[in-house]
């Protein structure tokens, strides 16, 4: 069985968020899958074999089994397009059943998944303590149009938007408290933003519990992030309508994430991008 090596999220042929890729006759054991992505390093390796019509899919940080992994499934959907053609595949999950369609594009494969049904809460004020005393923050670098909050879409994540994309840029944070903190709050991300325009977010995302310190693109915390979006009508969304995130940029590695929504509260959300073959 081999892994492949796919950058999800890439922009203009560059950057975007490595993810092995593993297509089988039949999954692994849980403890074969762990160790592979553990050898492999990146951020999630995804596994799949075929059930019936669509896959069965499981996805691996370093550290442990994640729920849903975004850029891994873009990743996926290219590798299923390369080898079975353009189209939807219907992907089961460990936690719930969700799509993605592979398009072929002018310099390789694009997908778009639809994301988990999602939802989203306020982030409460002592936990808030705690998620800025890790990063060295200050409750006025808040920007308050967005108020902090936990967001879901097969996974939590924990949204702080900050007003100065400079104090996003020197983000830092001790990584044994944050796993800690993240373990204890059950996130699968810290996700960091900052709008540079209503309809277009900088983005950073501490993954701590996972094994490494950031990820370059993260579809699963961008199609929580867009719920929530809608969940408070931010830009009209409750009407719904399309944003970009741009991710990974302070770690040399610009990543571009295409998302859409149709405005209901908790329906799925298409997340799309390009994929690049490492």
């Not at 593993?22 to 849980?30: F, G, K, R, V």
């Not at 160790?35 to 492999?40: C, D, F, L, Q």
């Not at 442990?64 to 959907?77: K, Q, R, S």
């Not at 200050?138 to 939590?156: I, N, T």
């Amino acid at each position: 069985m081999t892994v492949e090596r796919i950058a999800a999220f890439a922009k203009d042929g560059a950057g975007g968020n490595p993810a092995g890729v593993m297509l089988a006759d039949a999954l692994p054991s849980a403890a074969e899958m762990q160790a592979i992505a553990k050898e492999i390093g990146y951020s999630e390796t995804v596994f799949a074999a075929r059930q019936g019509a669509g896959w069965r899919v499981r996805y691996y940080a370093p550290e442990g089994e994640v729920p849903f992994c975004g850029h891994a499934t873009i990743a996926l959907g290219a590798e299923l397009g390369e080898r079975f053609g353009a189209g939807r595949y219907d992907l089961s999950l460990a936690q719930a059943e969700i799509s993605v369609e592979a398009e072929q594009a002018a310099n390789g494969w694009r997908a778009v998944l639809t994301s988990p049904p999602t939802r989203s809460q306020d982030l409460a004020p002592a936990v808030l303590v705690q998620v800025l005393a890790l990063f060295g923050w200050q409750a006025g670098d808040l920007d308050p149009a967005f108020p902090p909050l936990v967001a879901h879409a097969g996974a939590d994540h924990a949204v702080l938007a900050l007003t100065d994309r400079a104090v996003l840029a020197r983000m830092t944070y001790d990584f044994e408290t944050g796993r800690a903190l993240m373990a204890q709050q059950g996130w699968t991300t810290i996700s960091l933003i900052q709008f540079a325009a209503p309809d277009r977010v900088n983005a950073r995302n501490a993954f701590a519990i996972g094994g490494v310190v950031e990820d370059a693109a993260t579809g699963a915390a961008a199609a929580a992030l867009a719920g929530a979006m809608v969940d408070r009508d931010w830009n009209g969304l409750s009407k719904g309508g399309r944003f970009v995130i741009l991710q990974g940029e302070d770690m040399g590695s610009l990543s571009e994430l295409l998302v859409e929504v149709t405005g209901v509260a908790g329906a799925g959300v298409r997340v799309a991008g390009a994929a690049r073959r490492i």
